[in-house]
């Protein structure tokens, strides 16, 4: 018997209409399980590459969401805590007034400076102790930072000498001297390493010394001058000049892409960083400059809240 092959092309044909009926089929029913047009690249590859990239972009942007409200919620208790800062600066503001006061003794101010010395106590703790998640807030970590290789003051040169420096929030590291012009009473503060300079006027006295405070509020520095001599020029120099470093920002992540962040810069708040870690009402004279000291913090901080209060907003 000889063998031979035989075919049915009528079921082949049938075969394969039923295979591309059940891939139809099962493409269907794939894209109404996923509510989505495209669920392969044969689908529509051009489209795949398009929605998958705004899948991408919409996931990033929920958690840009989740990342901001964190950095609402670091700003509010960092404003927390300056304002506790406030209060008890206002306290010491009270009780250095209450000590200038020619109707108590050095005794009576003791006791006073006990109290006041409590409270200096206190504004460091709540620079040490207010935290988000694990991360200090208020010493430091998240602003700049006067270089601790260079004393906190301008030496060498006469009425600058004992110059406090305040620093906020926004002060931009670099190298700063300082210059005084006698026939303008202009002082000038220049940061000699982004060249951004301010100029501030100076009302002296009879006596040719201006005592008080140099808000140079562009540049994100306060200096605190005792007793500047404003019948003398002094050129900007080696001596007259201090050192800002930036610690890390604190970023949050807004956006999609990488540059999409908000840094937060956070000026140290410690009794030494806002001019007060000195102060004492023990005498009638020490109470003035105690006076003196706390009104500069008090506008340290009033700074620093403006700084988080515009990060808020």
Known sequence: MALSATTNPTAQTALRYLNQNSAASASSLAKLSSGSRIVKASDDAASLAVGTKIKADTTALKQAQVNASQASAVLQVADGALSQTTDILMRMKALSVQAQSGSVSDNERGFLDKEFQALLKQVDAIADQTKFNGNTLLDGTFGATLDPA????????????????????????????????????????????????????????????FTGQANFSDLGVILNIKALDTGTDIAAGATTQFDVVENDRMDFQVGVASSDSIGINLASTKADAIGVSTATVKTSSDAVDAGNMIDAAISKINTSRADVGAGLS
Not at 186 to 193: D, M
């Open 150 to 209: 260079t004393p906190p003051d301008v030496s060498g040169v006469a009425g600058l000498e004992d110059t406090g420096i305040l620093l906020a929030g926004d002060a931009e590291a670099g190298a700063y001297q300082v210059s005084f012009d006698e026939a303008t009473n202009v002082l000038t503060l220049t940061n000699t390493t982004t060249a951004a300079t301010q100029d501030v006027t100076l009302t002296d006295t009879a006596t040719d010394e």
